[in-house]
């Protein structure tokens, strides 16, 4: 999370062993597209510079943010992928629909990471306004997009890594 002591950017790099075989599904939601496609660019150059082989990258386009639920299950279940990224850019408008999104996306994407093996990363941005989604892909606050891929690679080695070892009990 952002902050003025944090930086969404502030990390673009792993200290990990043998990734280059990964494969990372990101999923970006088209509404908002000038926020969305820069979240993408940062996540998908995140994932290059760490050594993820373009070819192992696959980048799915869905409709908006709600879309993304449905989109990271069919990712999980029916590929070989090993963390799933979901973009997404929620800007609040006049109507409660920003509440209901963000409550539903959240709760979508997080019971769906609690019930499967494969990491979803959330990196959906829920702002107030779209100065603060600007601020967030790429702008003074870095971009979301670069924390999100850091978060995949992490997540994608620490499941690897729990699954080569023997079990404890």
């Known amino acids: 999370m952002s902050s003025a002591h944090q930086n969404l950017s502030s990390r673009k790099m792993v200290n990990i062993t043998n990734i280059d075989h990964f494969r990372f599904t990101v999923i970006v939601a088209?509404?908002?597209k000038?926020?969305?496609?820069?979240l993408e660019k940062g996540c998908v150059e995140t994932l290059l510079l760490n050594g993820i082989p373009q070819q192992n990258i696959?980048?799915?386009?869905?409709p908006?943010?709600?879309e993304l639920i449905s989109a990271a299950?069919?990712?999980?279940?029916h590929s070989q992928t090993d963390a799933v990224i979901c973009i997404g850019a929620v800007i609040k408008g006049d109507t409660p629909h920003f509440e209901y999104i963000c409550q539903g996306v959240t709760n979508g994407l997080a019971t769906l990471c609690s019930t499967q093996d494969i990491p979803v990363i959330f990196g959906v941005l829920t702002v107030n306004t779209l100065q603060q989604a600007l601020d967030r892909c790429g702008g003074i606050?870095?971009?979301?997009?670069?924390?999100?891929a850091i978060t995949a690679i992490e997540l994608a080695a620490l499941s690897r890594d729990i699954r080569s070892k023997e079990p404890l009990f």
């Open 73 to 77: 299950r069919l990712a999980v279940t």
């Open 141 to 148: 606050h870095g971009n979301k997009g670069d924390e999100a």
């Open 30 to 32: 088209q509404w908002n």
């Open 58 to 62: 696959r980048v799915i386009a869905v």
């Open 34 to 38: 000038e926020v969305t496609g820069e």
């Open 64 to 66: 908006g943010s709600w």
